[in-house]
């Protein structure tokens, strides 16, 4: 009995493991083909709750009378897409214009199967243990499992992004998983003579069934939980960077809370209970006033993780606390718990952004919470019921205070699954003038003054003239003087500059146009563009001739011919820093090929968390180029913003010119363990400021 029992322990353990190791890894694979958009992980978990639920779909009719035949056959076709998926090149994915459904179609057809056979073991096994033995249902193969998910998550970016490229992450993923279809083959094969299960009034003439109250909690409950993970989850991604640590720290947090619910069988005392909404509150609070600016990276995510670990445990643990007292109703327990995952995962990940202009998942999935604790404790005392009470209808009045904080003001709103785009305007301190900003959350990416003709051509915020992109657009393409030789003997920018830029914003690069010039910019969220040509002027205003490529700008770049550019500026914002895939080898090498021989790249790093510094210095080092650090720590200019750029050239003249040279400061240390970054591998571990 003991070996049977470590069998079917292996096989839920190594189910878990594979099935949360290949959720961040098959989602890193996505970011280059979408932009590197933090929604790519939200709406990979839409999928993943999805295919969990047709998984858990799966293990309940197997339940109900043994399939040995179906399930071996399933083992084997999950197997073959598993090792199809290991063979697979990132060139072959393409699909920025429909995002959601590339998310669907690329995740569906390589990992869809493998994923749907791995999320139905634990569930399946619990079922075919409890029928072996006449015993009841184990339930702490389910907390082992969620224990082998928690694993996965920690390894991934502490050991294996760092470690190992994408593709052989896929060839030991897909070893791993044939290893776990041979272990499950050799439990469907003992299990072949198991009998179907005898009606539950004749098995458990005592257990009561469960009521429709609590069936329907049972969906409600990890709607809850993971309307809460999606939305924490979206929140950090937006607002820092869409990377795998930040995807895995929330999911990790969720999964503890199913491990301590399912493993310890008691709920929250009612005072920590009330703690919780404490936290909340301060969570709305928090978003509404948006004071994280300053806070360090690891203050913030700390202060998500907390609110989403007892708002997770709270629902996770009542939820437990309903499962049936019938073995029989396991699977439909699993099968509705997973229905209601994948409908709160879905709520935030795909209907939000369709329902509403503007982002209120954070204060809407604190409604909801509170909404919930008011059913679970209607049945408790006065004072628990008042306080679930007064909380809620707290809740909905800071919904609608959330919305008049976001509606203040603003010209423009918009959404979709690349951004969540507000226009702002506001007084300026020049008499009678105002600003407008350009917001994706927090996070600003351009603005501009109206009130003189001067002011409303000022290139502002990050791309001030005295910024590092200013000393390239004025120093690109220098006419020599009579008799001069190199730098010294430099006049002035010629006219007829061909300027690309990776991020169209407000359009505030379009500023430095002059007559001649052509400035070409490529933009893949669709709903920028009709704001910078309307909201804002700057492309109205140039003297220059504008153009914008709608797409992703690698893959437009690499279909084009060579534009000769003088500047090729990289400013495309992820969250708070550069998508990756803008920053390996074979992006550089593209973009190489589009630039002139003394042509100059220009990469924005702006930002509070990551410093892109030494990877991009790398970069320049391996391509035989020089790259050079240009601050603005103090702003003079009229709305002018402190700024980090890196500019990139294979002219190591141009940071002799007298007028750039004390701005360009060598990056020296590059921290200890950074490779170089390539579509296959990078890392931004090592580049993070916590």
């Known amino acids: 009995m003991s070996q049977v029992r470590l069998l079917f322990a292996a096989a839920v353990f190594l189910a878990a493991f594979l099935l949360f190791l290949v959720e961040p890894m098959a989602a890193r694979q996505l970011l280059p083909i979408l932009g590197g958009s933090a929604s790519v992980w939200i709406t990979c978990l839409v999928f993943f709750q999805t295919a969990l639920l047709v998984g858990y779909l799966y293990a309940h009719w197997l339940a109900q009378r043994p399939r040995s035949i179906a399930l071996l056959i399933s083992i084997a076709l999950a197997a073959g897409s598993a090792i199809a998926w290991s063979t697979m090149h990132g060139g072959e994915l393409q699909g920025a214009a429909h995002p959601i459904g590339t998310v669907f179609r690329v995740l569906g057809t390589y990992i869809g199967l493998p994923f749907i056979v791995l999320s139905a073991t634990s569930p399946l096994l619990q079922v075919w243990r409890a029928r072996s033995e006449s015993g009841p249902i184990p339930y702490r193969l389910y907390a082992l499992s969620n224990l082998a998910s928690f694993l996965a998550l920690a390894a991934y970016p502490a050991l294996v992004e760092p470690n190992l490229t994408l593709h052989m992450q896929r060839l030991v993923w897909s070893a791993g998983f044939v290893a776990f279809a041979l272990l499950l083959a050799t439990i469907a094969f003992r299990m072949r003579t198991v009998q179907p299960l005898p009606a539950p009034a004749a098995t458990e003439p005592d257990a009561p069934a469960a009521t429709t109250g609590d069936k329907l909690l049972w969906v409600l409950l990890p709607m809850g939980a993971t309307m809460q993970l999606s939305a924490i989850t979206a929140y950090l991604t937006a607002n820092v960077a869409a990377i795998p640590l930040l995807w895995v720290l929330p999911l990790g947090v969720y999964l503890l809370t199913l491990i301590l619910a399912f493993q310890f069988r008691f709920t929250l005392p009612w005072g920590i209970i009330a703690r919780v909404m404490v936290v909340m509150l301060g969570g709305l609070a928090y978003s509404l006033t948006k004071t994280n600016a300053g806070w360090p990276l690891w203050l913030s995510i700390l202060f998500f993780l907390i609110e989403l670990f007892f708002a997770c445990y709270f629902l996770h643990a009542e939820a437990f606390r309903l499962r049936p007292a019938r073995s029989s109703q396991a699977t439909l327990f699993y099968l509705l718990f997973a229905a209601g995952g994948a409908l709160g995962s879905f709520l935030i990940g795909i209907a939000a952004p369709l329902l509403s202009d503007y982002n209120f998942d954070l204060p809407v999935t604190f409604l909801v919470t509170a909404l919930l604790a008011l059913v679970i404790n209607w049945r408790g005392t006065w004072n628990q019921r008042l306080l679930w009470i007064v909380a809620s209808a707290a809740m909905v009045v800071l919904v609608f205070m959330v919305r008049r904080a976001y509606t203040h003001d ?66 690109c393409c220098l006419a020599p003087a009579a008799g001069a030789n190199g730098a010294e003997g430099a006049v002035g920018r010629t006219a007829g500059a061909n300027i690309g830029v990776i991020g169209l914003g407000a359009g505030t690069m379009a500023a430095y146009g002059r007559q001649g010039d052509h400035i070409r910019f490529y933009e893949i969220n669709p709903a920028v563009p009709p704001i910078a040509r309307n909201v804002f002027t700057y492309i109205r205003d140039s003297a220059a001739q504008v153009e914008i490529v709608e797409g992703d700008a690698r893959n437009s770049l690499a279909s084009e011919p060579p534009q000769n550019f003088d500047v090729l500026v990289v400013d495309a914002f992820s969250g708070d820093a550069i998508p990756v895939h803008l920053l390996t080898t074979e992006a550089l090498a593209l973009y190489r090929k589009h630039l002139t021989p003394k042509g100059i790249l220009a990469f924005h790093i702006s930002n509070r968390h990551v410093d892109l510094a030494p990877p991009i210095v790398l970069l320049a080092q391996s391509a035989g180029m020089e790259a050079r650090r240009f601050n603005v720590d103090n702003p003079k200019d009229p709305g002018e913003y402190v700024s980090t750029w890196i500019l990139v050239t294979a002219d190591p003249q141009f940071f002799e010119i007298p007028d750039v040279a004390p701005h360009a400061h060598v990056v020296d240390a590059l921290p200890k363990g950074l490779k170089l970054w390539t579509d296959d591998y990078s890392a931004l571990l090592p580049v993070l400021h916590w």
């Open 410 to 475: 603003t010209k423009v709103a918009t959404r979709n699954f690349y951004a969540s785009l507000r226009v702002t305007q506001d007084l300026f301190s020049y008499p009678g003038a105002t600003v407008r900003t350009l917001m994706n959350g927090s996070i600003q990416h351009g603005t501009q003054i109206f009130g003189t003709d001067d002011l409303r051509r000022t290139p502002t915020t990050y791309y001030a003239r005295n910024s590092g992109v200013g000393y390239a657009m004025q120093y």
